[in-house]
């Protein structure tokens, strides 16, 4: 069974603060929309890798607009239907380098700065470890 991941917000916040994250333009690059199971139109924003802890991460951010409603309207097991597509179908075909021992797969509903904290802006993150060609769910 799975299980929301919804503390790497604290950690994500934990490690803007101690600078271990790099950090790109927070402007959305102009990509066409990904088609998510859900329906819901999500764009790519922007990747980060830092080295906490846990070993080296990749963080693979994603705009969806329409997240606060689909929050409302879809079951967890929808939502995170659409952070595992995205991870399976977006993030592993781009990792280059060093395998990660983990990615991190974010949605909000407008583009922000990584770690921010503000109240108004939605958003859902879950962790995977690379496994092959696939992500396997991981719990913090």
Known sequence: MRYPAFTTALICTVLNGTGLAAQADIVPKTLAPITVPSGQPVQFFESLLDRPAMGLTARFRFVAPQLPQKLADLGYEQLEADMAYLCDTYAL????????????????????????????????????????????????
């Open 93 to 140: 075909p781009r990792l280059a380098g060093p395998v990660p021992s983990m990615i991190v797969i974010s949605m909000s509903d407008r583009a922000v700065e990584f770690a921010s904290t503000e109240a108004d802006v939605t958003q859902v993150f879950e962790a995977y470890r690379p496994s092959g060609d696939i992500c396997e769910w991981e719990a913090f």
